[in-house]
């Protein structure tokens, strides 16, 4: 009976194949988000906010889960036929989601938003409606999205 070569001599934690410590070195990745969601902020970082004319939004905490803008735009050529606009939007947001308001008297509609955690925050509701004085382009969506935000 041949003699058989005595095992090396290492420790677990030795070891870089281990079970062990690949497990203690692994992070916990968390959810990236939605795929369409993937180049919101590069985008946001290297494209300009460009307009014409005088623009100015006045923002208003009013308690601190609720906000309050009005948004004015004077002497734009940007808006087709519109010199100028006025929007107002108020939202509200807690740990479970956000609800969203924006009304434009001028185009004589209004656009909300409501998402909310569902489960335990297993998953998120949105809702999203538009309506419009002419009733042409109104709509209503609506989506799931499992795995959080």
Not at 141 to 144: A, K, M, N, R, T
């Given at each position: 009976q041949p003699a058989l070569p005595p095992p090396p001599a290492t420790t677990t934690s030795e070891q870089p194949d281990s079970i062990s410590s690949a497990a203690a070195s692994a992070t916990a990745f968390t959810n990236p988000g939605p795929y369409e969601h993937a180049t919101m902020d590069s985008k946001r970082l290297?494209?300009?906010d460009t307009y014409d004319g005088f623009r100015i939004d006045i923002n208003k905490q009013l308690s601190p889960y609720m906000a309050a803008v009005h948004s004015f735009w004077l002497g734009t050529s940007m808006i087709p036929g519109k010199t100028k606009t006025y929007s107002f939007v108020t939202q509200v947001a807690d740990d479970s989601g956000i609800l969203m308001a924006r009304i434009d008297p001028s185009r004589g509609s209004v656009d909300g938003r409501i998402h909310r955690a569902i489960l335990g925050g297993a998953m998120m509701a949105k809702i999203q409606a538009g309506i419009s004085a002419e009733g042409q382009q109104d709509q209503l969506?609506?989506?799931?999205d499992f795995g959080g935000l």
């Open positions: 290297v494209s300009l969506l609506g989506e799931v």
